[in-house]
């Protein structure tokens, strides 16, 4: 079965200092991978994804994540963190053969000034 | 970018009543729309995947009877919580994928639900 682990509930860092965010995920099949943001109260914007060719993946704001096929795994990374990257932040797969997006328990992400 | 919408934003209501949200997307044609669950401080729970002029597919433990959805077109989808309690009271979001694309869902803002 699918799933995907994202191991780290809770991420406190202060401004400016780098971050990554962990997600490691389990399939029998190829999957694609995605981070999704979500801000309070609000929907899930899409970071970046990973479907095929170079393994570092660039999205919006300043993140990016790397995808590594022997070790399972996609973290999220950002070198400089602000106060509005405060939020909750998805891993999530879906494996070619489905139309099913599996999430992970979502990582909250606190900038400290 | 694909944007999606949801209305209303929050609703309140009283058990046993029915309340529909309604998704739609505003720039694109969704023909695969899918609702999930999210409750406080958890992770989204597909409850449903809709294709448009068909009959939704329900993931395992699901009640259909009691969350109907329709996809009556292209760029709508509605849930419908029929007979609501307590229990149901939670965060609804929808999420829509563009016809020409097999990977990225666009979601939409969400729905807060709250059944006295």
């Known amino acids: 079965a699918q799933s995907v682990t994202q191991l780290d509930s809770q991420v406190p860092v202060f401004e400016e200092a780098p971050v990554e965010l962990r997600c490691n995920y389990s399939?029998?099949?190829?999957?694609?991978l995605f981070w999704y943001v979500q801000y309070p109260n609000q929907g899930l914007q899409l970071l970046l994804k990973y479907l095929s060719g170079s393994t570092l993946v660039k999205g919006i704001n300043g993140f990016e994540a790397e995808f590594n096929k022997s070790q399972t795994s996609f973290h999220l990374r950002k070198p400089s963190v602000h106060i509005s990257d405060t939020a909750e932040y998805f891993c999530a797969a879906r494996s070619y053969n489905t139309d099913k997006l599996i999430f992970g328990t979502g990582t909250r992400l606190q900038v400290f000034p | 970018g694909a944007v999606v919408s949801q209305h209303p934003s929050w609703v309140i209501c009283k058990s046993g009543t029915s309340v529909k949200i309604e998704c739609r997307s505003l720039?694109?044609?969704?023909?695969?729309m899918f609702w999930y669950r999210q409750f406080p401080k958890q992770s989204l729970m597909l409850m449903a995947t809709?294709?448009?002029?068909?009959?939704?597919?329900?993931e395992q433990g699901v009640e259909k009877d009691k969350f109907l959805i329709n996809h009556a077109s292209l760029t709508l989808s509605t849930l419908t919580v029929t007979s609501a309690h307590p229990e149901d009271s939670s965060f609804y979001i929808c999420?829509?994928?563009?016809?020409?694309?097999?990977?990225?869902?666009?979601f939409g803002p969400g729905t807060r639900l709250t059944v006295l």
């Open positions: 399939s029998s099949v190829s999957v694609y």
């Open positions: 809709s294709n448009e002029g068909s009959k939704a597919t329900y």
């Open positions: 999420s829509a994928r563009t016809s020409g694309s097999t990977d990225t869902q666009y």
């Open positions: 720039d694109f044609q969704a023909t695969t």
